[in-house]
Structure formats: structure tokens, C-alpha cells
């Protein structure tokens, strides 16, 4: 196949390669970075090289695609982070609308929902593409291996210490249908500003998540605790609610509530669910990462 990419007539096979792997790269971008703005962009760069790369070199475009997306990523990660310190407030990914791109979740839902992608910013960058690789995409460790020029054993390490990162970090998660049912039995509580219904909904160290990027209003300091988490929805529900309208929409393969405020996007609502209850109440309110979210109505 590499022979009949290369020349002048070469382009055109070029882009029907990349076009039919965009999804995947897109995929794997986006796990890695969790952010649809910086998935979007690395992966047109990919496309970049590939238009100029000796491409009657390559004997396998899938794989020298996917090994320019990841490695690309991996160096893309460390000036995300050094942003993320800056950051005013805590910093949560940028939603993927998952109902409008159904494939993005299709091949394997791994390494999508809110939750894990949280858990995922603690891994190095060489771990988060072990886990991404294996988990949501079935890769072998030696094809791992080759994209991240290690060795078999070296990736079958770093996958384990992340697979034990991430179990460990929450509760056993519920499937999308028990998640909805949370967040619509949340949604109710938190409107009425009821106590005793949202400690019952709640795990005991559930923490709510405000990502404003300093937008006014919005809490700029994680609330943890049942109690806690219970007592502020309490506070807010007395003002907050009375011009939000709530509409439905699929975000990073779960359900979640667009919040809708003087006939615009005010933000986004979800929350992390586990068999013992909504662990995290995360509000995505920065208004550059709503962009891509589309309303079920």
C-alpha cells in the first residue's frame, strides 16, 4: 500500500487513508488530551505531515498515523499541564458530544466518561498512552511498544500501573442507563434544595467541580463531602435555578444536563456515577468548552 501513496497521483490515496482513519486519530487525541480544541488541532497537523511525508516510505499508514498522533500528544501533554497551573479554579475536560459523533465511542468506550479522564492527568504522559492504546483501542503491546519506541515488557508495565491508577481512584462505575437515572434523581433533589434526597444520591467523599476558568459566580474551590456537597446545592437552589431551563445531551458516552439560560448555553451538568452513588457533580461553565455540545431538546 505505501507504494501507491507516493507521486504525483498519490495524494489522492493519501486523503482517503486520512479520512478514513480521522475517527480513530481523533479518538485517540482526544483521550489523551482531553480537550476536543487540542484533539481537533493535533490531528490536523497529522494531516499536515502526512501531505509532505515520503509517504512510498510507509508500509503501513494505520500505524504510522496512529504513532504520529501519539507521540505528537505525549508532547503536547507537557504545555497543556503547564496551562492547567494557571488555570483560576479547578480545570475539567472539554465535553465531547458523543450523540452527535457516535463513533468516537463505538470501537471501545474506554477512556471516555468525565471520570476516568480526571483520573487519567495523574498518569505520566507514556502511561496515559499505554492506557489509552491498550484499553480503548485494543492495540497489542508490541504495537505499543512501537509507537512509543520502548520495549514489550516496559509497556506492559506502564498499562498495569495505569489500569491500577484508575481502579483505584473511584468506585466500580454504573452502565450509562443507572447513570442517567442518577443525574435525573440529582437534578430533582438539587432544584428542590433537598438535603436529606442528595445525601442519600451521594457518596461520602463525593466532590462537586466548578470549571469557570474565574468566571464570575462560579465556584472557584472543590466542595467535598456529602454533607458538604448537600448543603452548598441547598444554598444555590434558592436563586440559581429559577431561569435554567434543562436540556438532555450525550457528552463522553453519558448522559448529561445543558443547562440553558437567557436563551443561551450557561453550561453543562453531569455527574460521575458509581454502584455506591453520584461520587462527583461536575459543572462545565467555561463557555469555550461548550462549543461542541449539541442540545437532544
Avoid at 482526544?30 to 508500509?59: G, H, I, N
Avoid at 492504546?133 to 504495537?143: P, V
Avoid at 434523581?185 to 444520591?201: D, H, I, T
Wanted: aromatic residues 8%.
Amino acid at each position: 500500500m505505501g507504494a501507491e501513496l507516493g507521486g504525483v497521483d498519490g495524494l489522492e490515496a493519501a486523503t482517503a487513508v486520512f479520512t478514513r482513519l480521522r475517527p480513530r486519530l481523533f479518538g485517540i487525541a482526544y483521550r489523551m488530551l482531553s480537550s476536543v480544541t487540542e484533539a481537533e488541532d493535533l490531528v490536523q497537523e497529522v494531516w499536515l505531515r502526512w501531505q509532505t511525508y515520503d509517504r512510498s516510505a510507509v508500509a503501513n499508514p494505520e500505524a504510522f498515523l496512529a504513532t504520529t498522533t501519539t507521540r505528537l500528544a505525549i508532547n503536547v501533554l507537557q504545555s497543556a499541564r503547564n496551562r492547567r497551573e494557571t488555570y483560576i479554579g479547578p480545570w475539567l475536560p472539554e465535553p465531547v458530544d458523543t450523540g452527535a459523533d457516535p463513533y468516537l465511542g463505538a470501537e471501545r468506550g474506554e477512556a471516555l466518561e468525565f471520570a476516568t479522564l480526571l483520573l487519567m492527568e495523574k498518569l505520566t504522559p507514556n502511561e496515559r498512552a499505554a492506557y489509552v492504546l491498550r484499553e480503548a483501542f485494543d492495540y497489542s503491546y508490541a504495537r505499543i511498544a512501537d509507537i512509543l519506541s520502548s520495549t514489550e515488557p516496559a509497556v506492559r508495565q506502564l498499562a498495569s500501573r495505569a489500569r491500577k491508577h484508575i481502579a483505584g481512584g473511584r468506585g466500580a462505575p454504573v452502565a450509562a442507563a443507572a447513570q442517567r437515572e442518577l443525574l435525573t434523581a440529582f437534578l430533582a433533589a438539587a432544584r428542590s434544595g433537598n438535603v436529606a434526597a442528595l445525601e442519600r444520591l451521594f457518596t461520602p467523599d463525593v466532590t462537586s467541580l466548578s470549571d469557570g476558568n474565574g468566571r464570575k459566580g462560579v465556584a472557584r474551590t472543590p466542595v467535598v463531602g456529602a454533607a458538604r456537597v448537600a448543603k452548598f446545592l441547598q444554598a444555590i437552589s434558592t436563586w440559581f435555578w429559577d431561569d435554567v431551563d434543562v436540556r438532555w445531551a450525550v457528552t463522553n458516552g453519558q448522559a448529561s444536563a445543558v443547562l440553558l439560560q437567557d436563551g443561551g448555553v450557561y453550561g453543562l451538568l453531569t455527574v460521575g456515577a458509581t454502584t455506591e452513588g453520584v461520587d462527583h457533580v461536575l459543572w462545565l461553565v467555561n463557555p469555550e468548552k461548550n462549543n461542541a455540545v449539541s442540545v437532544a431538546g
